[in-house]
């Protein structure tokens, strides 16, 4: 856990000097507190507010100590009432085992002015791997040092009220899981968790609210979790659209423009005004405060493609880079400073970069999106991974941006174009492999299946080398090829981006010893098992292959005594 920040201990002091304040009454919900799960609170808070939602005017914190003796700050959120009787959550997720000791704060206008009794709770250990952190260009890591490597799609959205209904989370997050996936992206936005919309858009499942955060979004959001946390997916969630800063697209319903109540005139001060910045720290509070407890939470993501809120389609600048980098790095300090979890935080353009943004250390994981260049994957993550010294990922990827075209005309490229951009991502300095947009084309193309296989050789990377990865040169000619080494063994990736068929002899670089080679077939899921191969410190040849038109074949080399 991170220690509390010298305010926070200040702050923490002072409470020791006050008289004559009642003490708080806390419920403890949760009766057996676990690692990693979700411990929740009830605080009873007897202070008058206007709106309990905004930390400035009155913020309820938890704050503990864990058993190695560090102090963490947890943030709190409204949960029902009225001004002078309202109760706030704790939502809290130990992440190690032991006894802790806490007391709950009420602050007003930044001095604290009641507080609980101090308290423990004992958290029994777990065997679950806790949060998902950075680790290093090819993996993230847990809590527990376990390496992993996020395998899915883009799940953008539960079916709007055009759309077939059968696409909503119930189906298509068990579709991933049962098929070898475990990570997805989805946005917040007016038709989907419509966390800050008091005016929703093309879906049926929510209504308008005049709330300060949705009740439906946020209700939805508690669910998809819980499903997420039973079905072992990992969720990126992205705050905010694009399309939410456009004027004539959503930008008229967004709850920062003055029209609708908010601080803003226009996009760009909503990057700008203070004002508008304090209020979105009041969505981030909320965000950690209802949902960091989830280790289902992969990483937080401020904004899907902010390029094409900040460009027009001819390149012309409309909100200045500088504003946008500044607003990301602010927001995603302030960020880490309440999130006692550590997540993720990223953020993610199309095919812009803004100015300075990339190099933000405040953003853990550079993000960029793809179409109709997926073969640009494999040199654009090492240029990104080279030049910022930072991971990098392909938060969405495809052969065709252009929804208003029809698929049909070109789903055989689709669904090749699908496969080779996670082979691509697997034998490529990425944590997370780029990720289709087009699920329910993919869906009824009936290609999820082939998480299956992809997820089948990441297993066994990950085993044989404990989260080590580097690349290694594989000659050939004509078929496109890449190598692995993962500890002790090899793996080597071949693909034919040509229609027609081909063969190549392939050769490779070896330990010296003997290997046992067994070629992989991606569609079956079988292994074949071929020669064994002695390496002396000189270039090896592994047996030639011949692979239709837009096909694809794996070589896994293991060191045997043979």
Partial sequence: MKKINTTINLLLVFAFWLTGCASLEV?????????????????????????????REIAVNMVLENPAGDSILLPCYYEKGESGSAV???????????????????????????????NTISAAASSDD??????????????????????????????????????????LLPTLANNGANFFRSWMAPNNFPLEWHKVVQTKRYSDSDEYFHPGGAQRLDEVLELCDSLGLYIMIAFDSHNTLIPGRQWEIHNYNSANGGPADTPDEFFSLPESRERYKNRLRYLVAR???????????FFNEIDNAAFTKKDSIVIPHEVITDWHQEMAAYLKSIDPYDHIVTTSVSHREIEGMYALDELDLNQMHVYKRTKQIPEEILMYVSEYNKPFSWGEFGYEWDWNLDFSEFEEESDYDYKRGLWYGLFNPTPILPMTWWWEFFDERNMTPYFNSVRQISDMMLDAGKGSFERIDVESEGLQSFGVKCGETYFVCVLNNDYEQMNSAFRLQLDSGNYKVQVYDPDTREFESSNVLKAANEPVSLPDLTLKGMDEMLFVLTPTTE
């Fill in 130 to 171: 806790g949060f998902l952190h950075i680790n290093d260009f090819w993996t993230l890591k847990f809590d527990s040092g376990k390496p992993f490597r996020g395998i899915g799609e883009n799940v953008g959205w539960e079916s709007r009220s055009y759309e077939d209904p059968k696409y909503d989370y119930d189906y």
């Fill in 27 to 55: 419920k403890q919900i949760t009766e057996q507190p676990k690692q990693y799960d979700k411990t929740e609170f009830e605080i009873y808070v007897k202070e008058s507010f206007e709106n309990p939602y905004d930390a």
């Fill in 88 to 118: 706030w959550k704790a939502r809290f997720a130990p992440r190690s085992a032991g006894t802790y000791t806490y007391q709950f704060l009420v602050e007003k206008a930044g001095k604290i002015v009641n507080k609980s009794e101090k």
């Fill in 291 to 301: 949902w960091g407890y989830s280790t289902s939470v992969g990483a937080w993501e």
